[in-house]
T-cell receptor, first 114, second 118 residues
Framework: AQKITQTQPGMFVQEKEAVTLDCTYD???????LFWYKQPSSGEMIFLIY??????QNATEGRYSLNFQKARKSANLVISASQLGDSAMYFC???????????FGTGTSLTVIP | ETGVTQTPRHLVMGMTNKKSLKCEQH?????MYWYKQSAKKPLELMFV???????ENNSVPSRFSPECPNSSHLFLHLHTLQPEDSALYLC?????????????????FGPGTRLTVL
């Protein structure tokens, strides 16, 4: 069964607007970690933000915030004030409680329009 | 050199060739990973090493053989590959394997090796 689901293959956003990228996950473990990564066309995956399953508050890192809804098993990424350099693939990922396994979604391609 | 480096960046090989992918991390991390990224598919975790010991092997065919001689280097030896093995192979490292002490233990990725099997 797919552990991470990203239902938006492609998204467009106007420069300076905010955009939400969706991610739902599937696990029965009480302890897990959720990550978002950005992959520009150069190929390198860049870590953006992390949310632990026991964290009470939503994670924020600069223009990135994670809308964590534990009961719904969703961990959507919100990018505020989009910039042209934000155009890239975005991947949601989950680390299981052992730390041995990482599951990635199929990604969302974000295009920022000037 | 900083971060995670991978060589070569591009590799074309025939099905009968033997080649190796190299990954080096300059971050002092204890865990290293190999991933396969194919078009339209999620990243697939192939191998996990922690303190130079393999801790995970996700049902990867034996034509892929990892080697971790020390905590800074990770190799992926390739032999008798198939065309469906063509993909981007990403190496990553993290401080440890499980988050502790306020750290996320996020993975730092290299730029990948684009492999084409003819």
């Amino acid at each position: 069964a797919q552990k991470i689901t990203q239902t938006q293959p492609g998204m467009f956003v106007q420069e300076k607007e905010a955009v939400t990228l969706d991610c739902t996950y599937d696990t029965s473990d009480p302890s897990y970690g959720l990550f978002w990564y950005k992959q520009p066309s150069s190929g390198e995956m860049i870590f953006l933000i992390y949310q632990g399953s026991y964290d009470q508050q939503n994670a924020t890192e600069g223009r990135y915030s994670l809308n964590f809804q534990k009961a719904r098993k969703s961990a959507n990424l919100v990018i505020s004030a989009s910039q042209l350099g934000d155009s890239a693939m975005y991947f949601c990922a989950m680390r299981d409680n052992t730390g041995n396994q990482f599951y990635f979604g199929t990604g969302t391609s974000l295009t920022v329009i000037p | 050199e900083t971060g995670v480096t991978q060589t070569p960046r591009h590799l074309v090989m025939g099905m009968t060739n033997k080649k190796s992918l190299k990954c080096e991390q300059h971050l002092g991390h204890n865990a290293m990973y190999w991933y396969k990224q194919s078009a339209k598919k999620p990243l697939e975790l192939m191998f996990v090493y922690s303190l130079e010991e393999r801790v995970e092997n996700n049902s990867v065919p034996s034509r892929f053989s990892p080697e971790c001689p020390n905590s800074s280097h990770l190799f992926l030896h390739l032999h008798t590959l198939q065309p469906e093995d063509s993909a981007l192979y990403l190496c990553a490292s993290s401080q440890d394997m499980v988050a502790s002490g306020g750290t996320y233990n996020e993975q730092f990725f290299g730029p990948g090796t684009r492999l084409t099997v003819l």
